[in-house]
């Protein structure tokens, strides 16, 4: 990945990046949310874009925060001349703990629009203040925390092990293969914290913390039930690393080449 001393171009190519998965892969993510909840999906077109207003709202803001923060950091531990592997490992760390923050009310709207029948996204706002309050739209903070900070540092050391040891040469491509093949792996490996994460968000009066979560779904439906929904999880993450880190690098490459 290109070095840059602008935190713009690389806030503004996360951005770029967030939205296009969003807009491409949504309905991916609808298929998997509902399997997780042991809902029957509704064959209806227009079902497959449910929460997409929330998931386009937070895509923007979420992706650029990861990125902003991401290279900063970067810089900043270049500069003291820390090894390559403590660089990667922190710098995803913080990014990907910014980027909660930011991400978690959004998706815990987008999550129940996608589960409910003909709920928009207001209702799911109101529904939300009414049960919790501010402090609702946090529920699954914990689970959200745990799922993506391990996710985003295994899925950046994976690319850019892979980046580094320029194993295949086809030019500003391999940002899109490396990008799918860690997406790929990743997603497979996190998916059970995946699942604890959309039912703590989705039904926020049975499942309480983490810990909780994760024992009543071995208890109730057994080790396998942590792995629904995990065919479309990896195709989802892996198309969506695709666009993640493709979009990214040549967003970033033009728009630092701009001066911007």
């Known amino acids: 990945m290109e070095k840059s001393h602008s935190f713009y171009p690389s806030f503004l190519s ?3 990046a967030g939205a296009a998965i969003d807009l491409t892969l949504h309905p991916l993510d609808y298929i998997k ?4 909840r042991n809902q029957k999906l509704d064959v209806k077109a227009r079902a497959f874009y449910k929460g997409l207003s929330a998931a386009l709202l937070s895509s923007f803001p979420c ?6 923060c991401y290279m900063a950091s970067k810089q ?3 500069s003291k001349d820390y090894s390559l592997a403590k660089v990667e490992t922190f710098s995803s760390v913080n990014a990907s703990l910014a980027c909660c923050i930011v991400r978690n009310p959004f998706e815990r709207v987008k999550q129940l629009v996608q589960i409910g029948d003909n709920i928009k996204v207001r209702k799911a706002i109101s529904g939300i203040l009414k049960e919790g309050g501010v402090k609702g739209f946090y529920k699954g903070f914990s689970a959200l925390c745990v799922r993506e900070i391990p996710f985003d540092t295994i899925q950046m050391l994976i690319f850019q092990t892979l980046n580094y040891a320029a194993l295949m040469d086809f030019g500003n491509m391999n940002y899109f293969l490396y990008g799918g093949i860690a997406g790929g792996i990743t997603a497979y490996v996190t998916s059970p914290i995946d699942v604890v994460k959309t039912r703590m968000m989705t039904n926020a009066s049975q499942y309480q913390s983490f810990l909780q979560t994760f024992a009543l779904i071995y208890k ?3 080790i396998r039930a942590f792995w629904k929904g995990w065919i479309a999880r990896v195709v989802y993450i892996s198309l969506g690393g ?3 880190f493709g979009v990214f690098n040549t967003a970033f490459k033009s728009l630092s080449q701009s001066n911007l």
Request: charged fraction near 10%; glycine fraction near 18%; proline fraction near 0%.
């Open 76 to 78: 900043y531990m270049l």
């Open 63 to 68: 992706a650029a925060t990861f990125w902003g």
């Open 14 to 16: 996360g951005g770029l």
């Open 33 to 36: 949310t509902r399997q997780h």
């Open 220 to 222: 109730n439906e057994g």
């Open 242 to 244: 695709m666009l993640y």
